[in-house]
């Protein structure tokens, strides 16, 4: 039985820029290191001040979004202004991420906050990130980390993914579901834990994103990274997730919304 976790294995640190976080995978003191999402806008150099006093190379190997929403590629065109290193994303997301499609924007209808109520303010025009941009690997690797591998989680974009390394069973799970009722700005800013289901005013495909919680719940995972709030392990995380994907309609689906019944 493998002892329940209480932090972040050494290896894995999360850092939040206003509202959303971002994770550097790798060693400390080596160069060889992988940056998960790049957060908001505005935060491009604490990111690289972290990495220059975390690692031997300010500069990553690579870095892989979970997927493209404004809170979590926001710094990214300043990041790779620095450095010279490619962006892995799945297949199904290069398109707003090489300047062919914008997501749908935000629904305030969703209600739960002042957090939804100004969604569609919310930046959601594609990127073009021009030859940086790449496919993950169908084959479920992913670049520089060969202890992990990402799982294809749809629902709140099309080409979302979360990455999870079996070992130690960590789970990084960008947007899947979160740790903080996202569209409460008091839930935001005091970061009351408490799991939910993806943010509700950006997810389109509410089946897609019931099936990957569910099978987010079936990896078991013992510390979990989440795209807004703060981390969670053990039996919290456990029970959390099985409640979440039992009861998903109940807890995740808001009442009423553009996307709901899509």
Known sequence: ????????????????????????????????????DAGVRGFADRIRGIAKGRFSSEQPKAIVLTHGHFDHIGSLEHLLEHWNVPVYAHESELPYLQG???????????????????????????IDLGDRIRALNSDGSVPYLPEWRWVHTPGHTEGHVSLFRNRDKTLIAGDAFITVKQESALAVITQRKEIHGPPTYFTTDWDQARSTVQRLHMLQPEAAITGHGVPMFGEELADGLEKLASHFDEMAIPDHGKYVHS
């Open 1 to 36: 039985m493998m002892p329940e976790f209480t932090q972040l294995p050494f290896d894995v640190m999360y850092y939040r820029t206003m509202i959303a976080n971002v994770v550097l995978l790798g060693e400390p003191g080596s160069s060889d290191w992988v940056l998960v």
């Open 100 to 126: 062919k499609a914008d997501y749908p924007p935000g629904d305030p209808s969703v209600g739960g906050g002042l957090m939804a109520e100004i969604a569609p303010l919310y930046p959601h025009q594609g």
